[in-house]
């Protein structure tokens, strides 16, 4: 990627963080206590043309990579993390559609993101294959001149609210014999769908997680994204290292959040007995400084994978499967650190740290999980294949 595209970031930046202060850090609080998907905050990002962030600049958009992915969502995760993830999850749908969109997809998807009139998001995981998202069972057939799709995906971020699902599936036959994978997508208003129920979740509670059963969904077939058995090209070469930095910017994020959080609390609490602030002991002085420190080191580490991939060095990958990872470790720690300096004002029902250290734990169990990532990071640096 060149210097000319990573030069608009500051501006995308400065926008995004506008954008923050005023309609997503205001509602932040009842997006979490309420369990709402934010419409709000999907609807100014969409407003001020950053769902076109991962569109090319031909159809409208901004063109942009990893490096303006992470530091986008980092920037939304610290004022709430729901937000960050559904912004997020828009976006690496988005960059799937345009890795090898035809005509029809510029028109009818690139160019409608682009203006902020579509957003889109990705359906891959299913019960069965839990963490191994890339081993879907949802069937697809070809029928009459149309896909024919079964199967039902789970933990779909904007689940009935996009307008799109870049859905993952495996080729069937009429013997029942099973082929190559694909991607294709579908619109929210394809007949033979059904929602199951809404999220209700421990963290992460707006971003409106659901599941969705097709049943004998015919899809048109120039939906299909790529070829037929391109969808672990997919997955590997454009899913992965957007979604790791979506979530490593999301994490980075909330990690941040946390850090400000016991920053302000030591500033300001004193003891009445004697006026001293509790940012005078040093004990509480030294923690604070191990907290800022796993922090920027992760920021270190998200910036140089994003930079890495965005340049096409070969050396991407393992920086690439390790941010994710060290992002979810750091937001847990620094959280839990935060709880402790807080004291009883953080264990408060829906105390903001509260949410901050639930929103963290979500990042190890969201799939590539943290274990999953850890050992394909061993594996690509001892050059094994991670499959």
């Not at 963290?203 to 672990?232: C, E, H, K």
């Not at 290292?241 to 004193?270: C, E, I, K, N, W």
């Amino acid at each position: 990627m060149d210097n000319f595209v990573h030069s608009k970031i500051p501006e995308l930046l400065t926008l995004t963080n506008t954008i923050v202060q005023a309609d997503i850090a205001p509602y932040a609080e009842r997006v979490d206590r309420e369990g709402i998907w934010p419409e709000h905050s999907m609807s100014a990002l969409a407003a001020a043309g950053l769902f076109g962030l991962q569109v090319p600049a031909a159809f409208g958009g901004h063109g942009q990579g990893l490096l303006a992915l992470s530091m986008l969502t980092e920037s939304i995760g610290a004022a709430c993390p729901s937000s960050a993830l559904c912004f997020g999850m828009h976006c690496v749908g988005t960059a799937v559609i345009a890795a090898k969109a035809t005509a029809f997809h510029e028109e009818a998807y690139l160019r409608p993101i682009a203006a902020g009139r579509h957003m889109t998001t990705l359906a891959l995981s299913e019960s069965g294959s839990g963490s191994h998202f890339y081993l879907p069972q949802t069937s697809l057939q070809v029928e009459a001149g149309e896909f024919v799709v079964n199967g039902t995906k789970q933990f779909i971020t904007n689940g009935g609210h996009a307008d799109s699902y870049v859905v993952s599936t495996v080729a069937q036959s009429d013997e029942d014999d099973t082929g190559d994978f694909s991607c294709l997508i579908v619109d929210a208003d394809t007949a033979n769908t059904q929602w199951l129920a809404p999220w209700d979740g421990f963290g992460m509670r707006g971003n409106s997680s659901r599941g969705l059963a097709f049943q004998n969904t015919r899809v048109p077939l120039q939906n299909l994204l790529g070829t037929q058995g391109d969808q672990v090209w997919y997955v590997f070469e454009v899913v992965a290292p957007y979604f790791l930095m979506a979530m490593a910017g999301t994490y980075l994020g909330v990690a941040q959040a946390a850090l400000d959080a016991a920053g302000a609390h030591l500033r300001s609490r004193r003891f009445s007995h004697s006026g001293q602030s509790l940012a005078e002991i040093e004990t509480l002085q030294t923690r604070y400084a191990d907290m800022w420190m796993s922090v920027e080191k992760t920021r270190a580490l998200v910036r140089e994978a994003a930079r890495r991939a965005d340049l096409g060095l070969a050396d991407a990958l393992p920086f690439l499967l390790s941010c994710k990872a060290d992002a979810g470790d750091t937001a847990v720690r620094v959280a839990n650190d935060a709880m402790t300096i807080c004291g009883g004002s953080a264990y408060r029902e829906n105390s903001r740290v509260a949410q901050i250290m639930r929103d963290a734990r979500a990042s190890h169990v969201m799939s590539p999980t943290t274990d999953i990532l850890r050992t394909w990071t061993g594996r690509a640096l001892l050059g094994l294949p991670l499959l």
